[in-house]
């Protein structure tokens, strides 16, 4: 249909030429195929391709069905595993009675030894760029240990760790409901197989991820098996499903190699960690892996679903069906590989294998990648080397290898420097495709009200940016179609036209081999990515050199036969970016809020250029051989005009739905003077993406009669939320900008609560010989009724507290102020907190405290339910307080 169209266009249009209309083919027969290949990778990333086991599969197999119904009773039948609720302490009991049922119906050929921990410890560390301690009591960790009667305690162990606490507002069906429903049906696996593990496995429950990792920390710290441990398996989501990936590995390249050799569907590849560091998030991997221990392990994470991560919708339902069963498949192979691995050491073992000398190339991280989930390819940095190598040698040697024995050193030097032209030439036109679509994206912000519209519609932001970048590659080759060839036809016998494609195809190989060596010599581990573009160009350069001699080189068949050979690597590279724009995607949304003009369009412009960058990726490849037939400026105007009417058509959809909500933290502040009186109450609101209040105003018109604001509303009038306000969720409160506040009732304050959180002196201070003054205090959480965590701001010329060991954390500084230095506190006592700080510098002591309440009053809960149905409120009370000593 195509096709005829563009002959009758022709026959009316003679601007249009025979040229034209073979690179329209050439055009719309790409995007047939650039579209079976993303259909492809959707298929594979939303697991398609997985038939989950239902909850009567033999009981020698992993059933997703019967993890789903373990989710259900932690995320549905339990109201809240939040700390400070009863739901926590009910999800523990839950398992535990799990775990006596998998005992009491064991084998006699294996010993099972179940264990409730309570934690208590506190700690300095750094989360999102920020240095604080953390103090906790009271955490709960349950512990299964399966090993054969003729183990010993000694024997290192297996540990496999999922947390069963979930954030505030969520029922933490994917986070992490279903790590701690996998790690149950493997557990039941491994006794109903009638498998005995060669090696002792630990199945730790953990109570207390949300908090930082808290109950991580108390097992690794406090548990009596924590030196047994020579492996470990971190479960963790961020989504609903999708792919089970692996972001982190190590410390050591064998952890990555036993994952290789075992998992049926292996998911992840090794850039994944390179990039981790810049996510506003973390996990117990760390705690395991480099801040309280050296224990080779996986972080392997669902990425997919991300709208739910953390929000109400984050339920039974939104599960991406086929992943719980690709995981608990994954795993138990895993589990058992890790078993008969000869790498495995205890903590006794590993530090003996240290010190005799081990290699370095043992305790490097590897290079891995997988193939559409259908293999992995993995090579140590050793390998690496090698072969990243290879194709800078083959770009700096090929021009000898063709033009030496011919025509001379004269000429193939001549060819090299064509070559390095080539690629000055595409490195243009792949910086041409990034600007174009941030460009364009730019532009339509500044005619839209709105940012963020491809939110809810992923599709939208392709539409929009993938045209525009394309055209952006050809941008250059159109404007400037002289190549400046150094070398001379007649002397090396060949077209001027066949040396300029030469020239261009090395080029772009060229580019890609330097990229690849770079990321590598830099000591990271994605350079897989142009490794292997570099590696399929060449057949495919083959089979086109072959196909000229038979079809002539203006021949679209010669163009096929190109095409061809890199339909695998532009497969796997069509699969690494769907998987990382759609991830990117969600993530937009709870990135955090930047303050205007700029804030405004920072979203568009990163969505904007990560597609432009990734379309550089898969098409760029091809180009230095399509580019002659899709270079030309009908083709030009065809993409450009695409991109207009894409922009234009999705300005009228609305960035947010049901299943892609967007997020608002709400905030009931109350502000005491001490245990009894109320300096100050109100609501305060503030957005976690670049679509500020007066757009949530505006279309949530419930919300915005609630809080009595009018047709004369002014965003630069109203009362500001400052981030003092927000201290309560430190650090998370640096994600807010521009927030509001609003008046509310303080009487329902002093109705539900008889007395506030506040902070008193024990003892009277003491003074030391060399003039240092110590105070000891007293916390108490007054009559609140479900603490979630405490914060304390300590302002001051302190030198020392009983925190983290008697050690402070780096201090924050803040423009013109004194350093401060922040303590996180959480865990439900009947005993208050004491604590003492010293100082011995004059001046006062100033400590700031915010607590988190998760109980919601009822106006809050009234104002709460005004927001429609796009937006997920995460709501809590936060109570302020302010002393000086």
């Given at each position: 249909m195509g096709i005829d169209y563009?002959?009758?266009?022709?026959?009316?249009?003679?601007?249009?030429?025979?040229?034209?209309?073979?690179?329209?083919?050439?055009?719309?027969?790409?995007?047939?195929?650039?579209?079976?290949?993303?259909?492809?990778?959707?298929?594979?990333?939303?697991?398609?391709?997985?038939?989950?086991?239902?909850?009567?599969?033999?009981?020698?197999?992993?059933?997703?069905?019967?993890?789903?119904?373990?989710?259900?009773?932690?995320?549905?039948?339990?109201?809240?595993?939040?700390?400070?609720?009863?739901?926590?302490?009910?999800a523990a009991k839950y398992i535990k009675t799990q775990l006596k049922m998998l005992k009491a119906r064991a084998g006699s050929n294996v010993r099972i030894e179940i264990e409730q921990d309570v934690v208590n410890g506190s700690f300095n560390m750094m989360f999102l760029g920020h240095s604080l301690s953390l103090g906790y009591r009271n955490h709960t960790n349950i512990v299964m240990r399966i090993s054969s009667l003729e183990s010993k305690d000694t024997d290192p162990s297996i540990l496999l760790n999922g947390h069963f606490d979930s954030p505030p507002g969520s029922p933490g069906a994917g986070d992490c409901g279903s790590c701690v429903a996998?790690?149950?049906?493997?557990?039941?696996?491994?006794?109903?197989?009638?498998?005995?593990?060669?090696?002792?496995?630990?199945?730790?429950?953990?109570?207390?991820?949300?908090?930082?990792?808290?109950?991580?920390?108390?097992f690794i710290t406090t548990n009596k098996w924590r030196n047994t441990i020579g492996a470990f398996i971190n479960l963790e989501a961020s989504g609903n499903g999708g792919l089970d990936f692996v972001c982190q590995s190590g410390p050591g390249s064998w952890p990555s190699k036993v994952y290789a050799e075992s998992a049926i569907r292996p998911m992840g590849n090794s850039a994944a960690q390179d990039i981790f560091s810049f996510v506003p998030g973390d996990t117990d991997y760390r705690m395991f892996a480099t801040d309280f221990g050296d224990i080779p392990g996986l972080d392997i994470i669902f990425l997919h679903g991300g709208y739910f991560y953390h929000t109400?919708?984050?339920?039974?339902?939104?599960?991406?069906?086929?992943?719980?069963?690709?995981?608990?498949?994954?795993?138990?192979?895993?589990v058992k590989a890790f078993t008969i691995s000869p790498n495995l050491k205890n903590a006794h073992q590993r530090g003996l294998y240290r010190d005799s000398g081990v290699s370095k190339d043992d305790e490097q991280q590897p290079i891995f990648f997988d193939y559409v989930s259908w293999f992995l390819v993995y090579y140590s940095r050793k390998q690496g080397m090698i072969f990243h190598s290879m194709p800078v040698a083959i770009f700096l040697l090929i021009p000898f290898f063709m033009w030496f024995s011919k025509c001379g050193l004269k000429c193939s030097f001549a060819a090299l420097f064509d070559n390095i032209k080539g690629i000055l030439f595409?490195?243009?036109?792949?910086?041409?495709?990034?600007?174009?679509?941030?460009?364009?994206?730019?532009?339509?912000?500044?005619?839209?009200?709105?940012?963020?519209?491809?939110?809810?519609?992923?599709?939208?932001?392709?539409?929009?940016?993938?045209?525009?970048?394309?055209?952006?590659?050809?941008?250059?080759?159109?404007?400037?179609?002289?190549?400046?060839?150094?070398?001379?036809?007649?002397?090396?016998?060949?077209?001027?036209?066949?040396?300029?494609?030469?020239?261009?195809?090395?080029?772009?190989?060229?580019?890609?081999?330097?990229?690849?060596?770079?990321?590598?010599?830099?000591?990271?581990?994605?350079?897989?990515?142009?490794?292997?573009?570099?590696a399929l160009m060449i057949p495919a350069w083959i089979f086109f050199h072959l196909s000229v001699k038979?079809?002539?080189?203006?021949?679209?068949?010669?163009?096929?036969?190109?095409?061809?050979?890199?339909?695998?690597?532009?497969?796997?590279?069509?699969?690494?970016?769907?998987?990382?724009?759609?991830?990117?995607?969600?993530?937009?949304?709870?990135?955090?809020?930047?303050?205007?003009p700029h804030g405004y369009f920072v979203p568009d412009v990163i969505v904007a250029a990560t597609i432009g960058a990734l379309t550089g990726v898969c098409v760029g490849p091809i180009l230095p051989v399509t580019g002659h037939w899709l270079a030309r400026s009908s083709i030009m105007q065809f993409l450009l005009h695409a991109t207009v009417i894409s922009m234009a058509l999705s300005s009228q959809f609305f960035p947010y739905t049901i299943d892609a909500p967007k997020r608002v933290i709400l905030q009931h502040t109350v502000v005491?003077?001490?245990?009894?009186?109320?300096?100050?109450?109100?609501?305060?609101?503030?957005?976690?993406?670049?679509?500020?209040?007066?757009?949530?105003?505006?279309?949530?018109?419930?919300?915005?009669?609630?809080?009595?604001?009018?047709?004369?509303?002014?965003?630069?009038?109203?009362?500001?939320?400052?981030?003092?306000?927000?201290?309560?969720?430190?650090?998370?409160?640096?994600?807010?900008?521009?927030?509001?506040?609003f008046p509310a009732n303080r009487d329902e304050i002093l109705k539900n609560y008889s007395y506030f959180p506040h902070i008193s002196t024990t003892k009277q201070q003491t003074t030391s010989i060399d003039g240092s003054r110590r105070v000891y205090l007293e916390f108490s959480l007054g009559s609140l009724k479900e603490v979630w965590v405490t914060v304390l701001n300590v302002t001051g010329p302190i030198s020392g507290w009983s925190f983290a060991n008697a050690t402070l954390p780096a201090p924050e500084i803040v423009k013109g102020a004194p350093p401060s230095y922040i303590c996180r506190l959480s865990g439900v006592a009947k005993e208050n907190w004491t604590?003492?700080?010293?100082?011995?510098?004059?001046?006062?002591?100033?400590?700031?405290?915010?607590?988190?309440?998760?109980?919601?009053?009822?106006?809050?809960?009234?104002?709460?339910?005004?927001?429609p149905e796009w937006v997920d409120v995460i709501a809590f009370s936060s109570f302020l307080s302010t002393y000086i000593f």
């Open positions: 563009l002959k009758v266009k022709t026959s009316i249009n003679p601007r249009l030429s025979s040229g034209d209309v073979a690179g329209f083919k050439l055009l719309f027969s790409l995007a047939i195929i650039y579209g079976l290949l993303s259909t492809v990778a959707y298929y594979v990333t939303h697991m398609k391709f997985i038939t989950p086991l239902g909850i009567d599969a033999p009981l020698d197999r992993f059933s997703e069905a019967r993890a789903v119904e373990h989710i259900r009773v932690l995320a549905h039948e339990i109201d809240g595993r939040q700390e400070g609720r009863q739901g926590l302490h009910d996998s790690i149950l049906e493997i557990a039941r696996l491994t006794i109903d197989s009638g498998w005995v593990p060669p090696k002792p496995l630990i199945f730790l429950f953990n109570g207390a991820e949300e908090l930082f990792m808290l109950g991580s920390h108390g109400s919708t984050d339920s039974v339902e939104r599960l991406l069906p086929g992943s719980i069963q690709a995981r608990g498949d994954n795993l138990f192979n895993l595409h490195l243009i036109g792949i910086i041409f495709g990034v600007i174009f679509p941030v460009v364009f994206s730019i532009l339509r912000l500044l005619f839209s009200a709105q940012s963020m519209n491809w939110f809810a519609h992923p599709y939208l932001a392709y539409m929009m940016f993938v045209p525009c970048s394309l055209a952006g590659m050809l941008f250059p080759r159109i404007c400037w179609n002289y190549f400046p060839l150094s070398q001379a036809p007649y002397l090396v016998k060949s077209s001027k036209q066949e040396l300029i494609d030469e020239s261009r195809f090395w080029g772009a190989f060229g580019l890609y081999a330097l990229i690849s060596m770079a990321y590598f010599s830099a000591g990271l581990s994605g350079g897989f990515l142009t490794l292997s573009l570099a038979y079809y002539g080189r203006e021949s679209l068949t010669s163009a096929a036969c190109f095409l061809v050979p890199t339909l695998p690597l532009l497969l796997h590279s069509v699969y690494f970016s769907v998987f990382l724009v759609q991830f990117l995607i969600e993530k937009m949304g709870m990135m955090g809020s930047i303050p205007p005491t003077a001490d245990a009894g009186q109320i300096d100050d109450i109100s609501f305060d609101i503030s957005v976690l993406d670049s679509n500020a209040l007066p757009f949530l105003f505006k279309h949530a018109p419930e919300v915005a009669k609630h809080l009595n604001i009018d047709s004369d509303f002014s965003f630069n009038t109203a009362n500001q939320s400052y981030r003092e306000s927000w201290m309560a969720i430190y650090p998370l409160s640096d994600l807010f900008s521009r927030s509001l506040k604590f003492w700080l010293e100082t011995n510098s004059p001046g006062d002591i100033r400590i700031e405290v915010g607590v988190v309440e998760q109980y919601l009053m009822e106006s809050m809960k009234k104002l709460k339910n005004s927001f």
